[in-house]
């Protein structure tokens, strides 16, 4: 079973939505906390949003923050991504992760000991 797939990608006009969803395989819960990544062609992988599920508390890039909202939904075992106000810098592979063993460092690639396989998202202007 895959622990982690992303859904919910595609290609919107700048200022549009999107809504990514990662449906999770094991108990949400039981993970140190969730994220999403984004990759751009040429650069390298960033955190956008993590949520810790214990608290929650949630955490967002500065350009991100405002207009993305990370959440969990524990009966349907999914973290999403709402993405409001959307950019075409925003343009990129999006990735959710999971750190299950190691202490969460939220922006830190190699905490997360899950990922799922991507979904793209473009923005155009």
């Known amino acids: 079973q895959v622990p982690l797939m992303e859904s919910g990608g595609g290609s919107v006009q700048s200022g549009e939505s999107l809504r990514l969803s990662c449906k999770v395989s094991f108990d949400i819960n039981n993970s140190r906390c969730l994220a999403w990544f984004r990759q751009a062609p040429g650069r390298e992988r960033e955190a956008v949003a993590t949520?810790?599920?214990?608290?929650?508390?949630?955490y967002y890039d500065d350009g991100v923050k405002g207009r993305f909202t990370i959440s969990q939904d524990n009966a349907k075992k999914t973290v999403d991504l709402q993405m409001n106000s959307l950019k075409p810098e925003d343009t990129a592979m999006y990735y959710c992760a999971a750190a299950t063993t190691r202490v969460c460092l939220w922006r830190v690639a190699h905490t997360y000991d899950h990922w799922g396989q991507g979904t793209q998202v473009t923005v155009s202007s």
């Open positions: 949520l810790y599920p214990g608290g929650p508390s949630t």
